[in-house]
């Protein structure tokens, strides 16, 4: 499959646990995006990459949220001390280029009770 | 600074049936103007696009056209199937940031046989 692939596709993690969800992006493409999508919502952009360049993360909402791109193809998305509020999909999408269409991922469904 | 407006959901129709799902935005400059799907248990899907003004973008007999003097990118189909029941999303690029995806809140469609 040449998708985009996300892991895992569902997470439960208790109040204050810390999470790590992983995008691997299209073989070859530059630019690697994080959205945060809430139920009944569009998605909300987090943060983005250009290979291991995190050039904008102003989306991401607290000092809680990291994310890593550091060979420039798989990326990571950490959430300290998670919240309720941080329950939500967490969709990863990929362009060849900034400005390209991008693919997205499945998603990760991350439950936080 | 960008957004999108979409009419709320859900959009019941029959099938066969004419389908509007009216989108506008607000927008300095030249954005790129999306449209992605989202069907039961999969992840986005790009649906159709436009990069510049009167441009029509169409897809699997969906149209919409980039009408800058009203601000508008309205999804269009002349005969609806189950198969599109879906939630659409419309979405821009700005012209001057990272390429990040600008979603509306996402119209829901059921179309019943």
């Known amino acids: 499959g040449a998708g985009v692939s996300q892991s895992p596709r569902y997470k439960v993690a208790k109040r204050g646990q810390d999470v790590a969800l992983r995008c691997d992006p299209i073989?070859?493409?530059?630019?690697l995006f994080w959205y945060q999508q809430a139920l009944g919502q569009g998605p909300e952009f987090l943060t983005y990459?250009?290979?291991?360049?995190?050039?904008?993360k102003s989306g991401l909402p607290s000092d809680r949220f990291f994310a890593e791109r550091p060979e420039g193809s798989v990326s990571t998305l950490k959430i300290q001390r998670t919240q309720q509020e941080d329950s939500a999909v967490y969709l990863c999408?990929?362009?060849?280029?900034?400005?390209?269409?991008?693919?997205f991922g499945p998603g990760t469904r991350l439950l936080v009770l | 600074g960008n957004s999108v407006t979409q009419m709320e959901g859900p959009v019941t129709l029959s099938e066969e049936a004419f389908l509007t799902i009216n989108c506008t935005y607000t927008a300095t400059g030249y954005p790129s103007l999306f449209w992605y799907v989202q069907y039961p248990g999969e992840g986005l899907q790009l649906l159709l696009k436009?990069?510049?003004?009167?441009d029509k973008g169409s897809n699997k007999g969906f149209e919409a056209t980039y009408r800058k003097e009203t601000t508008s990118f309205h999804l269009e189909k002349g005969s609806v199937q189950v198969s599109d029941s879906a939630v659409y999303f419309c979405a821009l690029i700005g012209s001057s940031n990272t390429g990040k995806l600008i979603f509306g809140q996402g119209t829901t469609l059921q179309v019943k046989p």
């Open positions: 999408a990929s362009s060849l280029v900034r400005g390209e269409t991008q693919y």
């Open positions: 990459f250009q290979n291991e360049a995190q050039l904008d």
């Open positions: 073989s070859g493409h530059v630019s």
């Open positions: 436009a990069t510049k003004a009167d």
